[in-house]
């Protein structure tokens, strides 16, 4: 059976069941959207693509940007990045603000919210135009000229981004962010505030699954070794305190977002998006994660 | 170039330089060991065996037995397993008990002591002659006969294993030990120090690499999705705090003990164990965590 | 209007409200307590005594012997005690264990649990005969030659103890426990299990009003500074995390004790102790708190 | 011996001993103080005044306000005041966070720095002109009409509060702040600014020592049993985590500054105010709390 017949079979099986959660209606935007969307891209790196349901319909990628940000602070930087964060998985939630405090303000990963907040002050010290160079960035590795910042999105965070600018003048205050806190800020929330389809999210992470070479362009964006590198991150860090979960029943190396997406990877053989908002209680897309069990079920195809 | 070649070149680069940190002399018997013991074994899942240095030398592969105590449990109780612990990384050492106290006694994962203490009290519940079972289980998993516990070693640990009985008890209150502490935790240090060369211990994880079946043999021990999903959890909690370190560097699933051993599978590859006594900070083989950088990245073959 | 009518006309109106809350049922032989109890004496420093209800009942005095068991230990030692614990409020319960943790095994302060374990410890090393020792300084500071173990309650507790033995255990892993651990417990238990009359606690801390000298007899205990600091201790940390609570809202330094006793001490003027088993959520007697906050409105005596 | 020589004498001991300890220097104009600066000021609830060294000179009495502060919101809110904070002892700094965590944004007390931000917050709330009423408040208890902020030292302080804008953040992200952080950190800044002579200090906090009534003016500024209150509150939270060791070695209730100020009361007898700006590790005055501990001794006079 074909990547197709699966992804549709599959569709349609989680479709027939309950959604079970919630929306991320603590961001406002985000809450307006319709639960019941369902969307999945898979494109190999071979050049195949396949697509079920919604996969055209843009939705906000939200904290799966943190994989791109760190891609090219890690291009820039080399390994010389470490000093600055882990590449740690960071255990529960309850303890992110406690290991802040204990580490001295190194956070635990890039895939965390104080990480990726390092990152962006990392990228607007070494940027001339950080806003605009990594929208460059993204255009170049996706192959998508049309990547842009939503100003409605990220304003929207802003309005109730009060743990975030907590974390970010907490780091501050332990002199790991060089810039004005408010600069940083103002940078990962139009980072988080990208919107991307199914389809354009599966391209964009595709030079992932091809040991950093964008297959369509040819165009090498970062070394195998540093793509390896980040894969490993995404398995070990990519869902929060699920990531150990995501491992155990999906194992594919990936990442998710509040707005209810999650992309994932199979080195030397595709990427794959999947779109569905209703979060579980860890706040990964219920049907997502639900699905990507299946398929690597299915496909018999998991890293391990 | 062939894997002997490429592990005794390893082998002596990473013999030439120093090595950095220290025995685990806070158990009395492991600071009596040679610090510049070193040796490597590698079995393929197609039977071919490459050996260098000291690797029929037997040594206290202490936590590794994590994980074949785990599988056993997890052979017999299937997922109702997961109700008595998570699979989830562990975060920082300095919040294992925090985490104990917020998570009411459920350990994050099998392979931190607080799980493996866990673990064998379900063993102690589940089997009827729980020693000489679990001895039974590894003879015929790794086709090894001569298995046995240390009673010398066992011995050592008790006299200085205050956090484990701490750990134990604390676990107790919560009522997730169902037996006599002092049970669980004899059953507990009997299995860590069982003695192995690295020729046996690639042998006893090959059925890891061989999705569940003993290649020797042709035994089956475990389904192949329960073996994927061990593997899972060794690539996101087996190096205690250094997990992401190991998955960044090496990209393999694996496994260290106090003892200076570690294990790493690569699935449907092979299964390669390494030891030298000297531990970095973290508690992991200092010379092996560098050697085994070094040989996923000579050959190409990460998971990742 | 004098302390009898006081204590009396408070009695009433306390007895007539609803009793909320439960028993320490944790530790069997307490759950057996009729819930109903309640007495009540107060014994000034210049000899007048006055009590009402069950002030002539035994009860089990719990957590308040920490009180003179830190005062025979500082008494000992002097200041150099405090290399061993401190002498600062614990912060909530929830935090326990990583404060030890982060402290390296120094309990915050002599009146929680692990700190108490210290202090059995430091006794052990420095008495002859520790168990008798201590009940003579008991039964020299009360004028009480009745005073003694209770074998039960002792034995009930250590059946359900696993918190205490891990506590102690977690401590001797940082070498703040330099005997046995066993031994430490069973020494700890034991004073646990001391049963005394509302009468007679109110005696045994007579002293502690009086400046370190027992008014019926004139021995000299300790100095009246060494008196000071442990008030002070009581009034900090007297209470786990209510102790804030309790300078709040009686205003004097005092110990409770999960078998539903109080007692307080007014420097200069009187001891008072109250004994009610139910208690509230932070293990506190719920009318030992309340009879006690009303009386020292009434009286207008607190030490604020 | 009458309270002036006292004070002389221990003022002439304390100055020939070697300052230990170092200035406020992470707020810029506080480090540019002269650290040989040392001054005592008492007065009786009869109206007697005591002063020695460099007790007419104005300091930064910084976090001493908070008790002030403190003492408006409660007059205003009574024992409702308590749905938004406790008035527990916060344990160590280390887990100050945590415990915000854990209590969903409900500080321990008002007189840490998040319970301090949470009362700027409920005076702007109630209040008409909260910056100009509040020094109409100070003003009155003090019987001092030239009370002002220093625009100067707030600047100074906002320029550096990256730890006070994530914690004012962090609560509201709770919903236990209602205004605009901005607002109340603005507020919090200016009350921390304010600067008093040490003459000045003891006058305003008399009505604390004289249960609630200005003795000058005959002002009543709150109930006594509010007074008694508060003064419980400074005895065990008025130090942060050294609160135990002051009740310890001085035994009154008292508040400290990083200005290097300390005021301390006597219920029913006086107030005192010391200031010397070299601070000890816990960022309590070196000199202060030496002094106090030797008159508290030498006078034999604590509350306990």
């Given at each position: 059976?074909?990547y197709?017949?699966?992804?549709?079979?599959?569709?349609?099986?989680?479709?027939r069941?309950?959604n079970?959660?919630s929306?991320?209606s603590?961001?406002?935007?985000?809450?307006?959207?319709?639960?019941q969307?369902?969307?999945?891209h898979?494109?190999?790196?071979?050049?195949?693509?396949?697509?079920?349901?919604?996969y055209?319909?843009?939705f906000?990628?939200?904290?799966?940007?943190?994989?791109?940000?760190?891609?090219?602070?890690?291009?820039i930087?080399g390994?010389?990045l470490?000093?600055?964060l882990?590449?740690?998985?960071?255990?529960t939630?309850?303890?992110?603000?406690?290991q802040l405090?204990?580490?001295r303000?190194?956070?635990?990963?890039?895939?965390?919210n104080?990480?990726?907040l390092?990152?962006?002050?990392?990228?607007?010290?070494?940027l001339?135009?950080?806003?605009?160079?990594?929208?460059?960035?993204?255009?170049?590795?996706?192959?998508?000229?049309?990547?842009a910042?939503?100003?409605?999105?990220?304003e929207?965070?802003k309005?109730?981004?009060y743990?975030?600018?907590?974390?970010?003048?907490?780091?501050?205050?332990?002199?790991?962010?060089?810039?004005?806190?408010?600069?940083?800020?103002?940078?990962?929330?139009?980072?988080c505030?990208?919107?991307?389809?199914?389809r354009?999210?599966?391209?964009a992470?595709?030079?992932?699954?091809?040991?950093?070479?964008?297959?369509?362009s040819?165009d090498?964006?970062?070394?195998?070794?540093q793509?390896?590198r980040?894969?490993?991150?995404?398995?070990t860090?990519?869902?929060y305190?699920?990531?150990?979960?995501?491992?155990?029943?999906?194992?594919?190396?990936g990442?998710?977002?509040?707005?209810g997406?999650?992309?994932?990877?199979h080195?030397g053989?595709?990427?794959?998006?999947?779109?569905?908002?209703?979060?579980?209680?860890k706040?990964?897309?219920?049907r997502?994660v639900?699905?990507?069990?299946q398929?690597?079920?299915?496909?018999?195809?998991?890293?391990?």
């Open positions: 059976m074909g197709q017949e699966i992804i549709e079979d599959l569709y349609k099986s989680v479709k069941e309950e079970i959660g929306l991320a603590f961001i406002p935007e985000l809450g307006k959207v319709d639960p969307k369902f969307g999945i898979l494109i190999t790196t071979d050049g195949r693509a396949f697509g079920v349901g919604d055209e319909e843009k906000s990628i939200q904290s799966i940007i943190k994989v791109p940000s760190l891609a090219l602070a890690y291009k930087m390994e010389s470490w000093a600055r882990g590449y740690e998985p960071s255990g939630p309850f303890n992110s603000l406690v405090e204990h580490d303000g190194i956070p635990k990963n890039p895939l965390i104080s990480g990726a390092v990152i962006c002050d990392i990228l607007i010290s070494k001339e135009n950080p806003q605009e160079d990594f929208l460059h960035f993204m255009r170049k590795a996706s192959g998508n000229p049309t990547i910042y939503s100003p409605q999105i990220a929207s965070e309005s109730v981004g743990r975030n600018i907590a974390l970010c003048n907490f780091i501050k205050s332990f002199g790991n962010i060089e810039n004005d806190p408010d600069e940083v800020l103002d940078f990962y929330f139009n980072q505030s990208i919107e991307l389809t199914c354009e999210l599966s391209e992470f595709l030079f992932f699954a091809n040991f950093g070479v964008v297959p369509s040819g090498r964006i970062m070394t195998g070794s793509v390896k980040i894969n490993a991150i995404m398995q860090c990519g869902f305190d699920e990531s150990g979960e995501f491992a155990f029943k999906v194992g594919l190396p990442k998710s977002g509040v707005g997406g999650i992309v994932a990877v080195p053989q595709y990427s794959i998006a999947v779109w569905s908002p209703v979060l579980n209680k706040g990964n897309s219920y997502g639900k699905f990507l069990e398929f690597t079920t299915r496909t018999e195809l998991s890293i391990f």
